[in-house]
């Protein structure tokens, strides 16, 4: 039952790739013809195969909840699959309102980044711990992640109307931004590119350190140590030396990681730059050439609607429900709580002040890229760096 | 107050910008704009039409939505800085916080605990933020819904022309037989669920005008779950207390007022184990060592009987057999116990010996119990043994002599008194873990140690809560309010003829793109055009 699972998960995870190269082709058909809504061929096939791709992970996480006796989201994995899992659900379904296909094009790579991600994370189906041996388990987790996933296809949207409507032809802050961006989507592929190549050449690295409660530990690195931990000791052989020396207070092992994710980063995106001489925006930005940027617009705030309640209800009051439960009361100031509601007043932001103060367009786009920032922080930052109650969830 | 008189005779309230009743402009400057602002449908808002006495600037302030907005912003980064490092109530009680932070964080976490940092949720400038939040709520709310539903609920049929014009959806069409059209679309909207209303000749459609209260129903709700967050801080609504109970051991309940009483029959800890449990967890297990499985204290909940005096041991009746689990806590009476930490192997007894030094040969046994320590044990044959002094958490003090540092026997250590045939005013050994002293010189006896008895401890949280139901209300109905406003659009097609032309106009307060789709799929097949979007006219769709 959980290999079945894993190769449901893996069949997934190919046949979003395939789809968005027929989304690419829809965009193609498009701009030749040029004229009205009625979806190309090319969009039917990518569509379809986005639905077979979704059904075949819905296959993975039924598999697996059968496999571990638990819904499958009690772990980072667990959850980051997840929630990949229901942004392209959210994309089916609002395809199925807007018939875009170019919102396919931005919002699966997401998807599929999203779930490349998470299996870089250690993916054994783990046994529950106590505090999470409840059904509010999969109401909580669920609802929260399906929420922000709604609200995540309002970054790809807004994404694409700032693509389209930032002028590449000059230099200023939009156009640093908007490539900022796109070098932080690359530097997700990089960690994903350099974890998988050392992880299948089987690199680990062993050092003896001394951590900052003045006590010694050993500590394993998956990556050649740019950085190494205090006082380490490399206890491996034809391991890499490291350069620089992290005090004890500074977790080597996760800026490591880090370092390598935005230097592969950098390189991948240096090359996109030599190679195509633009910006990467730029690169894009005949693809959304016709589109209507009131209706990205449109469908980005669209999204914020629609997702800010479910996100309410999954990741505040559900959560509150089952704190209560659990942890004895309803708000305890955990660091995970504080950024869900740091995410709810965010998108109440938004919405008033594009209900009130008329922040439509790019003032809109740019906000609900923060607001995806804000989520993403609190799905990596707040797992690996800050933690708390909610670290089991990180590793 | 000065009233505005429409021209078509409705009275509207002072401020008015565009008449309650039939649209007419009648603020000045409105006229100029190729669309009309509709927010709030141009009624007269009190925090726009006065602003002279400190009421009114104190009223504008906290109705306005940049305000709140700025409210929302500030709170928000607060809140993000509190998490920078973890809050005092989550530090381990190691040291006191003073020390904690810059032992841990260096300067940054000095400056943290100096600002206040550490301790930020209850810091009176982040409860300030909070209740601006709650003012603004209230104002911004009753500033604008009491005019938008003056504004609604008088709204005729019949509008202006310059109204209908200055809508984004507004289209002029000629028509041979307006009646007819006119029949056919209202099919179609009645089709579509909208409520028509007609007036000579001209015909309102309108439907979801309820979501338009969605934003104050949620407000209202976020209104009621703050004002159940500041009832916490009312004296008997709610009680956060600790219970350390033994096993084996009876405690009353703190915060019950002594009516409760509860007994931890078996404290219990199990790990998963790849013997015995699924093989799909072997893995995991592997990688991380233990997995804990399940805390479990195994209690029975007891109520007084009757009234006792101080002092006097309370008759208790059973009330029931609870196995508290963490996420099943124990209910009873608006009270709920949760199992949230333990001490396992707690030294509960000290056995020693006394023996004869040189032949080993023992003179018996004794067994103290180290919360309740009998102080003389007669061992017969003339062998005597008197406790004569009882450290629980024994240490030595700044000039060397011996303290304890708490009640719990974390390092118990004795002083005894050895009485023997042969030494029958005694000998006096101090006796500590791993550690004998003979004060007074070579004693021919001492006391071995014989073992230990050890019990787990458990750990409760007693709470009652009461501002629970009013939390989970505000809750309930700011969900309702967000989804009411959400889901639904306050959708409404004005048809006007004029002159043998048809004149339509349509409004909706959000999801345009849905609200085109609609008209179109109305007006298709009747002959007449759906109103064009006056915005993006000019742009490419």
């Known amino acids: ?395 | 107050m000065n009233e505005v008189k429409c021209e078509c005779g409705h009275v509207n309230p002072h401020g008015t910008i565009l008449c309650e009743s039939c649209g007419r402009i009648l603020d000045d400057k409105e006229k100029d704009k190729q669309l009309l602002d509709m927010r709030y449908e141009g009624s007269a808002r009190r925090s726009q039409t006065y602003n002279k006495t400190i009421i009114d600037k104190i009223w504008n302030f906290f109705s306005s939505v940049k305000v709140g907005v700025w409210l929302i912003v500030l709170t928000l980064g607060a809140s993000a800085l509190g998490t920078i490092l973890p809050q005092e109530m989550y530090i381990p009680p190691v040291m006191p916080a003073s020390e904690y932070y810059e032992d841990q964080y260096g300067w940054v976490g000095k400056l943290y605990y100096e600002l206040g940092l550490h301790n930020m949720y209850g810091s009176w400038w982040y409860l300030i933020l909070i209740a601006s939040i709650g003012v603004s709520l209230v104002i911004c709310s009753l500033d604008r819904v009491v005019p938008l539903y003056r504004a609604l609920k008088t709204q005729r049929v019949s509008r202006h022309e310059g109204y209908l014009k200055r809508q984004r959806l507004f289209g002029i069409s000629d028509t041979a037989d307006a009646d007819m059209d006119l029949e056919k679309i209202k099919q179609k909207l009645k089709a579509k669920r909208y409520n028509i209303r007609e007036e000579n000749g001209n015909l309102l459609a309108e439907k979801g005008r309820f979501s338009r209260w969605g934003p104050y129903v949620n407000h209202v709700g976020l209104i009621i779950f703050l004002v159940g967050g500041m009832l916490r801080f009312v004296p008997g609504m709610y009680v956060d207390q600790i219970l350390w109970v033994r096993e084996g051991e009876t405690k009353v309940i703190p915060g019950t007022d002594g009516q409760y009483y509860l007994t931890n029959n078996d404290f219990i800890l199990e790990i998963y184990d790849k013997e015995t449990d699924d093989e799909v967890f072997d893995a995991a297990i592997d990688r991380v060592g233990t997995v804990v499985k399940n805390y479990q204290t195994n209690a029975t909940l007891y109520q007084k009987k009757g009234n006792t005096i101080p002092g006097e041991k309370p008759e208790l009746e059973k009330i029931k057999d609870k196995e508290i689990r963490v996420n099943e806590p124990l209910k009873i009476d608006g009270f709920a116990l949760y199992q949230v930490d333990y001490k396992r192997d707690e030294l509960n007894k000290m056995l020693f010996r006394l023996e004869n030094k040189q032949t080993k040969e023992s003179y018996g046994n004794i067994t103290i119990d180290l919360f309740d320590p009998q102080t003389e044990f007669d061992l017969g044959n003339g062998y005597y043994v008197e406790v004569m002094s009882y450290f629980p958490d024994f240490e030595f003090d700044g000039e060397g002599d011996p303290t304890t540092k708490s009640r719990i026997p974390n390092n118990p250590a004795f002083v005894f008194n050895m009485v023997t045939p042969e030494n029958p005013d005694g000998e006096v050994s101090f006796v500590a873990i791993q550690q004998t002293i003979e004060p007074l010189g070579d004693n021919e006896y001492k006391m071995a140690f014989n073992g230990v008895e050890t019990k787990d401890v458990s750990a409760l949280t007693v709470r009652k809560d009461l501002t629970l139901w009013i939390i989970s209300l505000g809750g309930a109905i700011f969900m309702i309010g967000v989804i009411q406003g959400a889901y639904w659009n306050h959708r409404r097609l004005w048809i006007r003829k004029m002159d043998g032309q048809i004149w339509t106009a349509g409004h909706t307060n959000k999801n345009w793109h849905g609200l085109k789709r609609e008209l179109e799929s109305v007006f298709d097949e009747t002959g007449l055009p759906a109103p064009k979007d006056q915005l993006s006219e000019d742009k490419k769709e």
């Open chain 1, 1 to 395: 039952m959980a290999q079945l699972s894993s190769n449901l998960l893996y069949t997934a995870f190919v046949l979003y790739l395939v789809s968005i190269v027929f989304f690419s082709g829809a965009i193609k058909a498009k701009s030749a013809d040029g004229t009205k809504i009625a979806p190309s061929r090319s969009a039917k096939i990518g569509i379809l195969i986005t639905i077979i791709g979704f059904i075949a992970q819905v296959g993975y996480f039924i598999t697996r909840w059968i496999a571990a006796g638990h819904a499958p989201v009690s772990n980072l994995f667990e959850f980051t699959t997840f929630f990949g899992m229901a942004l392209v659900g959210a994309f089916i379904v609002i395809y199925f309102i807007y018939q875009t296909p170019l919102l396919g094009l931005f919002t699966l790579p997401i998807a599929v980044l999203i779930i490349a991600y998470a299996s870089m994370f250690p993916r054994e189906i783990s046994p529950l711990i106590p505090a999470l041996q409840s059904d509010w388990l999969h109401i909580h987790v669920t609802t929260a992640a399906l929420g922000q996933a709604v609200l995540s296809i309002s970054f790809a949207a807004a994404l694409i109307y700032l693509v389209k409507v930032i002028d590449q032809t000059k230099s200023d802050k939009k156009t640093f931004w908007l490539e900022v961006i796109m070098y932080t989507l690359i530097s997700t592929l990089g960690f994903i590119i350099v974890s998988t190549a050392f992880s299948m050449a089987n690199y680990e690295s062993t050092f003896n350190y001394i951590d900052k409660n003045n006590a010694e530990d050993q500590i394993e690195f998956a990556m050649p140590a740019i950085v190494g931990p205090n006082e380490g000791e490399l206890q491996s052989e034809g391991s890499f030396q490291p350069l620089i020396e992290m005090p004890a207070i500074i977790n080597a092992k996760k800026l490591n990681t880090l370092i390598w994710s935005l230097g592969s980063g950098l390189l991948l995106y240096g090359l996109l730059r030599l190679i195509f001489r633009k910006r990467v925006s730029a690169m894009l930005q005949p693809l959304v050439k016709n589109i209507s940027a009131d209706l990205v617009d449109e469908i980005s705030y669209r999204s914020v609607l629609i997702g800010f309640p479910i996100f309410t209800l999954g990741a505040l009051i559900f959560a509150m429900i089952w704190a209560q439960i659990a942890w004895t009361r309803f708000w305890g100031w955990d660091p995970k709580e504080v950024w869900a509601l740091i995410t709810f007043l965010f998108y109440a932001a938004f919405l008033h002040l594009r209900l009130s103060k008329g922040w439509h367009g790019e003032r809109s786009a740019w906000l609900a890229v923060i607001g995806f920032a804000i989520m993403m922080f609190n799905l990596i930052a707040v797992n690996l760096v800050i933690a708390g109650l909610h670290s089991y969830a990180g590793s």
